[in-house]
Nanobody
Framework: QVQFVESGGGLVQPGGSLRLSCAAS????????MGWYRQAPGKQRELVAGVTSGGITNYADSVKGRFTISRDNAKNTVYLQMNSLKPEDTAVYFCNFRVASPGSWGQGTQVIVSS
């Protein structure tokens, strides 16, 4: 199973920014669409941003214009730049393939947006 390791979360004030990183344990990374997901307390995990192998991106309406997903195929890494953070962005953030592999979920990285 491919494994993903997320990092970069933390506590940030509303309006602040964070950059999340996710390293993948596969040399075939460049062939896969990737996604960033999040799970808030008491809620289901949701896809917030995706990027195809060709670099085409898509976003959930709730983060459009504030979050940017990008990838570095040379480093087998996908990023999520999060700006203008809101308290409702508080969640554990995960990465996975754009069509998620159930056995590949990592520990995620916690993002808390609070004053």
């Amino acid at each position: 199973q491919v494994q993903f390791v997320e990092s970069g979360g933390g506590l940030v004030q509303p309006g602040g920014s964070l950059r999340l990183s996710c390293a993948a344990s596969t040399r075939d990374f460049r062939f896969y669409g990737m996604g960033w997901y999040r799970q808030a307390p008491g809620k289901q995990r949701e896809l917030v941003a995706g990027v195809t192998s060709g670099g085409i991106t898509n976003y959930a309406d709730s983060v459009k214009g504030r979050f940017t997903i990008s990838r570095d195929n040379a480093k087998n890494t996908v990023y999520l730049q999060m700006n203008s953070l809101k308290p409702e962005d508080t969640a554990v953030y995960f990465c996975n393939f754009r069509v998620a592999s159930p056995g590949s979920w990592g520990q995620g990285t916690q993002v808390i947006v609070s004053s």
